[in-house]
């Protein structure tokens, strides 16, 4: 246990615990880790899924708790957890405090679409942009390639890369398959789910007891209707967002984990899926080429490559010995790189390195 971290209060900006997607993932797993032993930690939840007025409500909710936070607990460090867009929007008044308050800052960024979010945005968007980040004292980014795009904003020695993790069960040995196939996440046009249903109808052809489990929220319908035309509906489940033993019980009865994202970081999903000792089919995107090492765990496609896709999920689910190796590979590299534990030490080694900033201000307050 380190005595140095429990002298440190962070006040950490996180979505409620229940939040679809990748940043409650990961902050779910630091509630229950080291990180809260070694560091006295305030969690401010600012986000939440449900209506317009209980996102309203929930984020004037965390600003005031926030600002009380500010006031009474005097906070060493703010961890915020963001994305790009409206998730950057909702942030500000959490970074502009912390700078009145001279409390230094780590902007945790889970976003992948910075195109739409700085390059095509107006010069007044970009100006907001540019100014609070340069305000951060420090940015986490999922992966190199996140680090050159936020290069162009952000002086270099500001953005630390530290990636994701999956708090792994113990190996899954799949001895024979059951030819399904799990995609997990937002259903909808980046994580390239409108290209599904043709690779479904693709890998029919060849292997018709196949099954596929698309488990998400967001454009379902749409989906649906793609593989009504196709007549190809029988093939596909749709169980909504699986959570605790659901998703342990897909992750474990399926054989290939399926992601055709157009962009990404670091997807928790495909961090499971590697933590189930499942073979990845997916994209050269982002910090997937990290994960996903073509032919050693899996297959890397281009996006919108159906017929690689295609390819790839057939090659799987046809051959168990080759799905097994890849599967048994997959779980390898997050057992040697991927681990929560190593995560966290990687946190908490940023936290430790804001001690020179911490004495430097306190010295600056009483000069």
């Not at 295609?310 to 997959?330: M, N, R, T």
Request: hydrophobic share 40%; proline share 4%.
């Amino acid at each position: 246990m380190k005595t140095r971290g429990k002298k440190k209060k962070i006040c950490m900006i996180v979505p409620n615990s229940m939040v679809k997607g990748g940043i409650a993932s990961v902050v779910n797993g630091y509630r229950c880790s080291s990180l809260v032993e070694d560091y006295n930690i305030v969690f401010i939840e600012s986000y939440m899924d449900g209506s317009k007025f209980e996102k309203l409500f929930k984020g004037i909710k965390g600003y005031i708790n926030y600002f009380k936070v500010l006031i009474t607990e005097k906070p060493n460090i703010i961890h915020i957890h963001s994305a790009f867009g409206a998730s950057f929007y909702r942030k500000l008044p959490f970074i502009w405090l912390s700078i009145a308050f001279k409390v230094p800052i780590i902007n945790h960024i889970h976003g992948s679409d910075f195109d739409n979010f700085y390059i095509n945005n107006n010069s007044i968007c970009k100006r907001l942009i540019t100014v609070t980040y340069c305000k951060c004292d420090k940015i986490i980014v999922l992966a190199d390639e996140w680090k050159e795009k936020l290069k162009l904003i952000v002086p270099s020695e500001k953005i630390v890369v530290i990636e994701n993790y999956c708090d792994a069960p113990q190996p899954v040995v799949r001895e024979k398959s059951n030819k399904r196939v799990l995609f997990l996440g937002v259903i909808g046009k980046h994580k390239g789910c409108y290209d599904i249903p043709k690779v479904i109808e693709n890998v029919v052809g060849k292997e018709q007891n196949c099954h596929f489990i698309i488990a998400g929220t967001g454009e379902v319908e749409s989906i649906k209707e793609l593989l009504r035309q196709k007549k190809i509906e029988k093939y596909v489940e749709f169980p909504g967002w699986l959570r605790g033993e659901d998703k342990d019980k897909a992750l474990r009865e399926s054989d290939v984990f399926f992601l055709p994202s157009y962009n990404e970081c670091m997807p928790m999903s495909v961090l499971e899926g590697m933590g189930y000792s499942l073979p990845i089919v997916s994209t050269n995107v982002g910090g997937i080429p990290k994960l996903v090492h073509n032919l050693v765990n899996g297959f890397l496609c281009e996006p919108g490559d159906v017929d690689g896709f295609s390819e790839a999920i057939i090659k799987l689910l046809s051959d168990d010995k080759l799905a097994q190796q890849y599967g048994k590979a997959s779980y390898a590299q997050i057992q040697s790189k991927y681990t929560l534990e190593k995560h966290v030490d990687e946190i908490e080694k940023l936290y430790s390195n804001f001690d020179i900033v911490i004495d430097s201000r306190k010295e600056l307050e009483h000069a």
